[in-house]
């Protein structure tokens, strides 16, 4: 198992984690958000915090949204929801920008919009860059263009890179208004041509097997829970292995990739690489660990469990 940090650039920093919260530099705007995984104490004390934040979110009390419903695959809970308390004036919306920075692929850049949502996520997950890497180096050794499918895709980060490192991509997710701020995403990053799906991935994935179509590239960031866009039931421990048996259907012997992300579902490393190496027949020597990025005190901060391969 190998630990990575992800270096997103300029534009975010993990400021400090603790007490269940962390507090995060979105460009020009800091936000308070609880975190799970930070059982440590603050490095801050809660007056430098307060004093820092634009926002802090805050669970359990009633909705205050700055942006539609933005749950990915509905994945939201009672124990997800909350609203932001602001603390000082910001914008309802702000965007933010990430480069990539490998010599051979200077070209990349995306523009994100961010905001405030009833689920504490603001429209980005930072800690992904580290596979929007992966996926970029993984694009460009393959046969021009690769197709490439991203399911559960949130607000379209990857798509967004996938597309600008030359793929033809489909992106899939089963929320409306989630397609809707990637399609702004993607006009502010000034990239076109990326086919919206709104579906349930597994009955999308399902169908495109019985057509025959392949892909050279699969991401997916998959929710422990969700409704698909027609009430469909998404739940990752009845449904991952299953979407999984149909994912690597779509992929041919050799010159593809996939990237799965497991987030706060508890997962071993471990874990994901028995249940992708039982399905991926492709993947020979699959990199798998945990995503982490630092906070000013150098306390490192888990953002969940990665696997990924790359078949030439």
Request: aromatic residues 12%; contains cysteine; glycine residues 6%.
């Amino acid at each position: 198992m190998v630990l990575r940090e992800a270096h997103f650039g300029d534009d975010y920093e993990l400021i400090d984690t603790g007490d269940f919260e962390k507090l995060e530099r979105f460009g020009p705007i800091i936000v308070a958000r609880p975190e799970t995984q930070a059982l440590w104490p603050k490095a801050l004390p809660e007056t430098e915090w307060n004093k820092l934040a634009h926002a802090k979110f805050v669970k359990g009390k009633n909705q205050t949204q700055t942006q539609p419903d933005n749950a990915n695959y509905s994945t939201a809970n009672k124990e997800d929801t909350g609203q932001w308390i602001k603390l000082k004036p910001m914008a309802d919306q702000w965007f933010i920008q990430w480069l990539m920075n490998d010599a051979d692929q200077q070209n990349i850049r995306i523009k994100m919009r961010l905001g405030l949502t009833p689920y504490r996520h603001v429209g980005i997950f930072p800690e992904q860059c580290d596979n929007w890497h992966f996926m970029a180096n993984s694009i460009a050794q393959l046969p021009k263009p690769p197709q490439v499918l991203n399911l559960f895709a949130y607000t379209g980060a990857a798509s967004l890179v996938a597309r600008q490192a030359g793929a033809e991509v489909v992106h899939v997710d089963a929320v409306k208004s989630t397609i809707t701020w990637a399609n702004a995403n993607q006009t502010a990053s000034g990239v076109d041509k990326i086919r919206w799906m709104l579906d349930d991935v597994l009955k999308f994935v399902k169908r495109e097997v019985r057509r025959q179509h392949i892909y050279q590239g699969i991401i997916l960031d998959p929710p422990p829970y969700g409704r698909g866009p027609d009430g469909e039931k998404w739940l990752l421990d009845k449904h991952l292995p299953e979407l999984l048996h149909y994912c690597a259907q779509l992929l041919p012997p050799k010159n593809c990739f996939v990237i799965m992300n497991l987030y706060a579902v508890g997962y071993s490393a471990l874990t994901a690489n028995n249940l992708g190496c039982a399905c991926f027949s492709q993947a020979q020597n699959p990199d798998v660990g945990e995503l982490y990025i630092p906070d000013r005190a150098g306390r490192k901060l888990s953002f969940g469990v990665y696997w990924r391969f790359f078949a030439s």
